[in-house]
């Protein structure tokens, strides 16, 4: 899985700069604060770079949330697995 993952990044790689080579117009492009002529082929590398980063810090953080989560689960059932062994060890007690 993890080499479709690797293959999937490198063809959005590839493409990404096959576009950058036909798009070497300059175009002006609007920002918040000011504005800026820039190559077609940099903008689209720059949204390129920062969508990846985004996605990465994303499922990075998602991905760490599920393994905390996991952990918590784990130590909740060794706990409870400990209680039930010595339950079951124990003589019962008569009333």
Sequence with gaps: ?????????????????????????????????????FRLSVILGIVFVMGFGIGWLICGALYLKARVTARRLRKQVDKQRKELDKLRTDPLKEQ
């Design 1 to 37: 899985m993890k080499i479709l993952g690797i293959l999937f990044l490198v063809l959005c790689f590839l493409i990404t700069l096959a576009l950058g080579a036909q798009n070497q117009d300059v175009v002006n492009f609007n920002y918040l604060i000011a504005q800026g002529e």
